[in-house]
Structures are given as C-alpha cells and as structure tokens.
C-alpha cells in the first residue's frame, strides 16, 4: 500500500512506466529475501540457533501475491501489472505453492479487509 501511495504522490504513470514497475516489484521481492538470509546468517542469529528455511521461490510467491492482492483492489490504475502477476502466480510451481500457504494467505486476507486506501 506504501507503493500505491508513493506513486500516486509522484504523479507517476502506471500505464506507461509497467516495465520499470514490473523490474521493481522483482527486485523489492529478491531483496527481502536476500535480507531474510543475511539476517539468519550472521554470528547473533547462529549462536542462537536462527536459520532461515525459506525458499526464494516461496519469497517470490508470496510477495507477487501480496502485491497482486493489494494491486487489484485498484484495477483501473494497476491492470497491466495485475495481470502480468497473475502469469506469475499461475505458473505450475506458484499453483503448488498456493496450495501449500493456503493457511497464511487466507489468516493475512482477513487482516487486508480491514484497511482501506
């Protein structure tokens, strides 16, 4: 939501700039995850026993949904982008993991419903 407010702010074109949208979106995604790994590696995180077993495929899955979710709540502006998400999200590994995150993407819906922007 931080994304629609942030461009809307700026005047920004949806329509025209997909691309760069697009590229971004991917790099927001693989950075959290490269951070997620970083931070479960350093030295505090192993004495403690931290680890991360998250995949970067479930990353990427589930931030593509996340901004699919909040992006088709404002098709008008967001279309392109919402349906090039969906490409995503339908792809045979994002159907697996829908199935697998079912539980948490249902528990973060219901939590969705109550903001409005």
Known sequence: MKMHHYLRQWG????????FLRSTISQMIRYTFATMRNKSSNRVAKS???????QQDQVIWLGNHA????????PK?????????QVELSRPKGRRLRKSFRGIVKEGLSTLTLLAF
């Open 12 to 19: 920004f074109d949806v329509k025209k700039s997909t691309a």
């Open 48 to 54: 403690c026993g931290g680890r991360c077993e998250v």
């Open 67 to 74: 901004f699919h979710t909040v992006f088709s709540r404002k």
């Open 77 to 85: 502006i967001y279309g392109p982008l919402i349906k090039w998400l």
